[in-house]
């Protein structure tokens, strides 16, 4: 059963603003939370299109799903044109990526999403395609793996912390979340930032990396519009700024596409109350011109 609560709910309707008979795209499926209020609100003469690189997330959602306007896919949102080939569906009245990581992805101590886990450090979401990090961390040298740390997950103590897993890696293999998670504590002054875990860009660099995530964000952004009827609406979730910089800018120069908003739309204090994981989302959308 998904422990996943969409973020933002209220405005990614109000952004989408579906109505009976439409159809949507959501390529970032996870918990199926924002797909059920779209089908909810497109009935049963319209249709969703939920996509999701984790193959566990498609078969939760095939059930828990079960008797909406829905059709889920085990693919990539960079490939929902395939996908509309296949269901033989034109255009689009709206899509929505929410491009964080969900809740029930954390909660998947076999995987190392959560820094707690004793299980393998994998971070794919899609574990039939790619290297597990640990493979990535047990073969870069210690300029490769800072660089990589400072690029995807923005750290200014990159070199410190690679020359810590290096160290460490010498002693003995490291194949656990909770395992590099300790190693890059160690490597930082305590309260370095008490915002946030400090291991938490570390693990997002790795993440980023070992799904390639920036690459598809990149591709989307360039075929996405063009699944869009006139008048559609293509909202997008970021939750950092490497993301986030992505979308504005795709936005701003893409002559298919017209903004709705000068920033990026953010959760309530109802909402960042209730769940914390929402407070670094941003929400931007866009119409087809």
Known sequence: MTVHIPVMPREVLEALDPKPGERFIDGTLGGGGHTRLLAEAVGPSGLVVGLDRDAAAVEEAEQTLRGLPVAVAHANYAEAQEVLKELEIEAVD???????????????????????????????FDTTQGKPAWRLIERLSAEHLADLIYAYGEERLSRRIARRIVERRRERPIRTANDLADIVRRAVPRNYDPRIDAATRTFQAL????????DWVDKALKHLPDLLRPGGRLAII????????????????????????????TAGEDELASNPRSRSAKLRVAVRC
Do not use: C, M, W, Y
Request: aromatic share 6%; proline share 3%; glycine share 6%.
């Open 238 to 265: 970021s939750f950092h700024s490497l993301e986030d910089r992505r979308v504005k800018n795709a936005f701003r120069e893409d002559d298919r596409l017209e903004p709705t908003t000068t920033k990026p739309i």
């Open 94 to 124: 709206g899509v929505l990526l929410d491009l964080g990581l969900s809740s029930d992805q954390l909660e998947d101590r076999e995987r190392g999403f959560s820094f707690h886990s004793d299980g393998e450090l994998d971070l794919r």
């Open 207 to 214: 993440r980023i990396a070992v799904n390639e995530e920036l």
